[in-house]
């Protein structure tokens, strides 16, 4: 099959440049993309052209990294607050009085089978469902703008020798002994400048 020498269309071009970034990702030379882009195409691509492309792709993917973290955030805020103003509603939806009707089949002697309807009200103390997804929207927006506490993680380092088979007091003895040792050293060096 012979090979074209025009240019690629738009969509060959699209194609390519998945193409060419997957190559690129695995370690590829340029002359190695070149020669497996021309292996599987109609048209052969100059070290030029890969050259090009691939300064569109790292452009491409420069620009799409510089996202203003704030444009985000206030994106994630108002899609949370979106979920949020809805569970509201139907919380507030789901509280009241309602009228349940019940209806059920009888037969009477005279008039044969009857349909006989009770209505009675009822109230809804509200479905806990929607106070939880607002809950967890609200530790949501907390945990997008940081606003948590940091957790406090207390280690006993006795206890944790002890239960690593090391005697704490004789570790505790052999830190200090280093640190004396380190400080001692400095005091020497810097003594006699």
């Known amino acids: 099959m012979a090979k074209r020498g025009a240019k690629r ?3 060959e071009r699209e194609r ?6 997957k190559l690129y990702f695995q370690g590829q030379t340029q002359q190695q993309i070149a020669d497996a882009i021309n292996a599987s195409r109609p048209y052969n691509l100059t070290n030029r052209a890969i050259g090009h492309d691939l300064r569109q ?6 620009e799409e990294s510089m996202v203003d973290i704030g444009q985000v955030k206030a994106r994630d805020l108002a899609e949370l607050r ?8 139907a919380w ?3 509280i009241g ?5 019940t209806v059920t089949e009888g037969v009477n002697m005279r008039r044969g089978s009857t349909l006989e309807t009770k209505t009675h009200k009822k109230i ?6 929607y106070l939880n997804v607002i809950l967890r929207v609200e530790e949501r927006i907390a945990k997008l703008f940081g606003l948590d506490a940091p957790q406090i993680h207390e280690i006993n380092w006795r206890q944790q020798f002890e239960a690593a088979g090391i005697p704490a007091d004789e570790a505790y003895e052999q830190f200090v002994a280093m640190i004396e040792q380190e ?7 810097t003594s006699g400048a």
């Open 9 to 11: 269309t738009k969509g």
């Open 16 to 21: 390519d440049l998945v193409e060419e970034a």
């Open 57 to 62: 792709l790292r452009r491409q993917w420069h």
């Open 82 to 89: 979106t979920v949020q103003s809805e569970a509201w509603r």
């Open 92 to 94: 507030y939806a789901s």
């Open 97 to 101: 009085e309602v009228q349940e009707k």
């Open 124 to 129: 809804q103390t509200g479905d806990v469902r």
């Open 183 to 189: 400080l001692s050293g400095q005091d020497s060096g």
